[in-house]
Each structure stands twice: as C-alpha cells, then as structure tokens.
C-alpha cells in the first residue's frame, strides 16, 4: 500500500539524516484523513465525512485549508510544469468548497 511505502521510505530517508547529522529529521507522513480527504474531492458533503475519521469538524476544516495553501504554494514553483500546475489546481479547486472555502465563506458574512 501507499501508506507502507510511505513508512519504509521514511525510514530510509531518516537513516540518511541521521548519518549526515541532519536534525530535526523528517516527520513521517499520516493517513488518518487520506479516507476524508479522498471523499470530500470525490464530492462528499462535509457531514458524511464522520464515517471517514474521527477527527473533530473544526480539525478537519483546518486541515483541508492547509492542503488548499500547500498546493497554491506548489503551483507557485516556477519550475513546475504546466501539466503538474493544471492538476494541483483542479486539486485546490476540488477541495476548497462549501464550509473549506474561508474566502466565500467572509464575503457571505
């Protein structure tokens, strides 16, 4: 799975780190919101996505706010391609909706 190869590249990673003395070492990748992430850019509505995690409304909304600035970011990188810009896009566009989107949500008042 993903997640598995996730781990064991981690951990390769902070074997690397720590023989080159590299401090604080790379944080591994968590998947607790993979499910409700995957659901809400599939179109779920943000109250469904209780059966996907455990994690508090608010968290959730914070999170995925998170994600949306990670990929504006990234497109950002000039050395990006168009094809890889497009796509974080679509990303950002999938998951900033509803109760996500802050900028709707300040000019509706």
Not at 19 to 24: E, I
Not at 32 to 57: C, K, S
Request: include cysteine; glycine fraction near 2%; proline fraction near 3%.
């Amino acid at each position: 799975t993903l997640e598995k190869e996730c781990r064991k590249l981690t951990i390769f990673i902070n074997n690397v780190e720590e023989r080159m003395r590299v401090f604080p070492k790379t944080k591994p990748a968590h998947f607790h919101l993979a499910a409700a992430v995957n659901a809400w850019m599939e179109g779920a509505e943000f109250h469904e996505l209780v059966r996907h995690t455990d994690i508090d409304e608010g968290i959730i909304i914070r999170y995925f706010r998170m994600v949306i600035q990670l990929l504006r970011e990234l497109r950002n990188d000039s050395a990006a391609s168009p094809e890889f810009k497009s796509a974080l896009l679509d990303a950002a566009r999938a998951m900033n909706r509803d109760i996500v989107d802050a900028e709707r949500l300040l000019r509706s008042g």
